[in-house]
C-alpha cells in the first residue's frame, strides 16, 4: 500500500541550531504534501504545505523542500527554539474525482530542542 | 473565532458499551475526517465525509461508524467497543472548493480508554 514516511526518529538540536526532518513517499502520483506540527496532548496544528508543481516554499522560519526525483520532503527550521519541540508529521494528498481530499500521514519525527 | 471541538475530551468505558465521540467545527467545511492516532502507526483514517449524508470508509474502519446530518457534526459511534479501540481519536475538516486548499484542520483530541 501506499506509506509515507513509516519511520519515527528522534531529532535533538541545540536552540538557536537549524533543524531538518526528512520524509519520504511512495506515491508518485500525490501532488500535495503538508507539514504538521503535534504538541503534546494536542491535535496536529498545520505547518506549511507544498504543491509538486513547486521545489520550495518559505514560511516564518519555515522551509519545505520537494523533490520529486527521489520523492523526498523535507522541512527546514531556522533557529530553532524549545517551543518548536514536538512532533512532525508529513502528509500527501490522495485525489478524488480531481479534488485532492484525503491525506495520508507518516508516523512523524520527534524534534528535542536542547536549551 | 471558527473552530474544530472534540467532546469528550478524555472518556473511559467498558467493552460492548456503545460510545459516540461528537465533533464540531464553526468553519463550514465540506469535508470531515475521523483519525485514530497510536505509538507506531501515526493518525490512520477511520472514516470521511465530504458533505451532508455523505460518509466513506478509511483504513480502519471495522467497529466504527458516523453519519452527516448536517455540515457541522460528524459524530463517530463505536457499536460495540473493544480494548482494541483504546486509542486518541481526532477529527478534521477541510475545504478545498472555494479557492480553498486540502490542508486540513485538527481538533484537540479525545482520549478513549476502552477496560
Known amino acids: 500500500g501506499e506509506s509515507v514516511g513509516l519511520h519515527l526518529p528522534t531529532l535533538s538540536v541545540q536552540e538557536g541550531d537549524n533543524s531538518i526532518i526528512n520524509c519520504a513517499y511512495s506515491?508518485?502520483?500525490?501532488?500535495?504534501f503538508i507539514w504538521y506540527k503535534q504538541e503534546s496532548g494536542k491535535g496536529p496544528q498545520f505547518i506549511i504545505d507544498?504543491?509538486?508543481?513547486?521545489d520550495k516554499r518559505q514560511g516564518q522560519r519555515v522551509t519545505v523542500l520537494l523533490n520529486k526525483t527521489v520523492k523526498h520532503l523535507s522541512l527546514q527550521i531556522a533557529a530553532t527554539q524549545p517551543g518548536d519541540s514536538a512532533v512532525y508529521f508529513c502528509?500527501?494528498?490522495?485525489?478524488?474525482?480531481?479534488?485532492?481530499?484525503?491525506?495520508?500521514f507518516g508516523t512523524g519525527t520527534l524534534l528535542a530542542v536542547q536549551p | 473565532d471558527a473552530e474544530i471541538t472534540q467532546s469528550p475530551r478524555h472518556k473511559i468505558t467498558e467493552t460492548g458499551r456503545q460510545v459516540t465521540l461528537a465533533c464540531h467545527q464553526t468553519?463550514?467545511?465540506?469535508?470531515m475526517f475521523w483519525y485514530r492516532q497510536d505509538l507506531g502507526h501515526g493518525l490512520r483514517l477511520i472514516h470521511y465525509?465530504?458533505?451532508?449524508?455523505?460518509?466513506n470508509k478509511g483504513e480502519v474502519s471495522d467497529g466504527y461508524s458516523v453519519s452527516r446530518s448536517n455540515t457541522e457534526d460528524l459524530p463517530l459511534t463505536l457499536e460495540s467497543a473493544a480494548s482494541s479501540q483504546t486509542s486518541v481519536y481526532f477529527c478534521?475538516?477541510?475545504?478545498?472548493?472555494?479557492?480553498?486548499?486540502?490542508?486540513?484542520?485538527f481538533g484537540p483530541g479525545t482520549r478513549l480508554t476502552v477496560l
Open positions: 465525509s465530504y458533505g451532508v449524508h455523505d460518509t
Open positions: 507544498i504543491r509538486s508543481n513547486m
Open positions: 506515491n508518485s502520483a500525490s501532488d500535495y
Open positions: 468553519w463550514n467545511h465540506n469535508n
Open positions: 478534521a475538516s477541510s475545504d478545498p472548493s472555494s479557492g480553498g486548499t486540502d490542508t486540513q484542520y
Open positions: 502528509a500527501e494528498a490522495s485525489r478524488r474525482g480531481g479534488a485532492t481530499n484525503k491525506l495520508i
